[in-house]
C-alpha cells in the first residue's frame, strides 16, 4: 500500500471512529429515554396462528417474547393499563408456544396479580404451566395461593392444594393447608401458616411488604375470634360488637387493622378485615 | 471513481444476470397479496399489521439478497480466482472493496424500493378497506422513514459480511458470522437493558456486554417499524444521531475491510 493511501484510509478510519464513538454514546443515551417510550408492543396474534408462524422456532420466539416482556418490566416505569395488558398479552403468548418454560409462570405469577390485578390471565398461565409441567408442585400451588389471597376462595384454593400436594417431591405442608383450609375451623391457622410459607419462597421486596400486612392482618383477626369463641362459651350468645369484648377485659385492645379499616364482627360471629 | 463506478455497474449486472430482480418482483406481488389476507386476521389495528408485515418484508428481503446472493458474489471472486483479473487491472484495492460494496447496495437498495413500495401498495389498500384503524396520526413520510432505516440496516449487515467475506477463506463461515453478527446486532440492545436492571450477573459479564455493544452494530436502533405502524411521533435528534451511528459504523467497517483485503494473500 502507497503511503499517501494508507494516510488517507488512516485519517477516514480515524473519522469515522469518533463518529461511530460520539453517535454510539448518543444514541445510548436518546434511546434511553426514547425506546421505552415506545413502551411494550406485542402482536395481537391470536395463539394458534402465532404458534404456526413461529414454526420450529416456537421455543425462541416464546423467549423472545418474554425477554420483550422482561426487558420492558426492568425500565422501572409506571406501566398503564393498556401496557399491563401487553404485557400479559406477551406472557400468555410465550406460555402457549412454550408452556414448560418455567420462567413464564414464574414472572407471570410474581408480577401480574401483584402490581396489574390480573388474577384471571395469571391462573390461566399457571393452568397451562401445572398440565404441562407434572413434576413440579409450584404452579399448583401458586394457583391455591391466588385462590385464597386474591379471591378469598378457600374450597378452590383447598383443591389446588390438594393438587400440588399430590406431585412428587411436594413439600408435605402443602396437604395440612389443603385439609385445613377446606375446614372452616381451622381457616385463621393455616392461612397464617400458608402466608409464612408463601412469604418465605418470595425474594420480591414489594410482595413481602404485602404478605406482612396480610398476616398482621389475620393474626390479629385470629385473635379477636379467639375472644369471640371465649364469649360465646362464658355467655351463651354472640357478642353484639367488638367493643363488648373490651367491656368485658376478654381483649386489652382492638388492634389497628392494617388496611385502614376496623375489623368488624358479622352475624354469625366470625370476624372479618 | 470511475473506477469503483465500473466495479459496481459489474456487480450490479452480475445481480440482475442472477434474475434476482424478477424473483423480487415476484415476492412482492406475494407480499402484497399476503398482506391483504393477514391483515384480515386481525380485529384490532389493521394498518399497523399491514405495516409492520410490509416493512418487515423489505427487511427479510434484503438479508435473503445478502445471504444468498451477496456472500455468493463477494466470495465467489476467490474461490473462482476472477480476483486475479480484477487485481491485475489498475485497480487498487480499496477501490475493489469499494466498487463491490456499492453494487451490492446498489442492488439492495432497488429491491428495498420495489418491495417498499409494494408494502406501501398494500399498506393503502388495507387503509381504504378498513378506514377506522388508521391511526390518527399516521404519516408516509414516517413510513418512508422507516424504509430508510431499514436500508441502513441492511447497509450495515452488508459491510459485515463483505468484512467477514475478505477474511474469511470458506463463503459458509462469512455466511454464518454476518448471520451471528446480525442477530447479536437485533437484541443487544435489549439483553442490555434488562441486565441492568438486575444485581444477578457479574461485573465481568456486565463488562463483556458492554464491550459487544461497541463491537456489534446496535440493530434495533434502526426499527423504526413500530414507530411508522402506529403513527407515533419521531423523535428528530435521535433519529438523526442514529443515522450517523449507522454511517459511522458502516465507514469503520468498509476501513477495516480494506485494512484486511490489503494484507490478504490472494491466491
Redesign the interface.
Known sequence: ?KHK?FYT?FS??V???I??????I???D??EE??YR?RV?A????PS?LKALAGEFKGVVADYLL??A??FL???LEPDEREWGMVAHLLEQSSILDPYFKQTYVIAQGILPWHAEKYDETITILERSNRHRYWDWRPGFFIGFNHFYFYKDHSAASAALMEASLVPGAPPTLATWASRLASKVGQYQSAIDFLAGMYESTEDEHQKRLLKKRMTAVQDAYRLQQAVDQFSDQFGRLPHSLDELLDFGLILEIPDNPYNRPYTLSDDGRVDF | MGQIWLLAKITFKEGVRNRIIIGILFFAFLLSLLNLIFAQ?????LSK?SV?LGLSMVSIAGLAIIFFMGINLLSRDFEKRTIYMVISRPI???QYVLGKYLGLILMIGVSVAIIGGFAAGSVKVIMHLAPAYVPPDYSWGIFGISLLFSFLSLLTVTALAQFFTSMMTSSYIALLLTACAYFIGQ?V???R??L???EDFSTFFRIFLEAV??IFP?LS?FDLK??AGYG?PL?T??TI??A??G???I??IL??T??VF?RREVG
Open positions: 500500500m493511501e484510509l477516514l478510519f473519522f469515522f471512529l463518529l461511530f464513538g460520539i453517535a454510539k448518543r444514541v445510548a436518546l434511546r426514547l425506546n415506545l408492543s402482536a395481537p396474534l391470536p396462528i425477554l420483550e422482561a426487558s426492568g425500565g422501572n | 386476521m386481525f380485529t384490532y389495528d399489521v409492520d487498487a484495492r480499496w437484541n440492545e435489549i439483553v437493558k434488562m441492568s436492571g438486575s455493544t461497541w446496535n436502533a413500530t414507530i407515533l423523535d435528534v435521535s444521531w442514529s450517523l451511528y454511517i459511522g459504523y465507514g469503520l476501513i477495516l480494506v485494512f490489503q
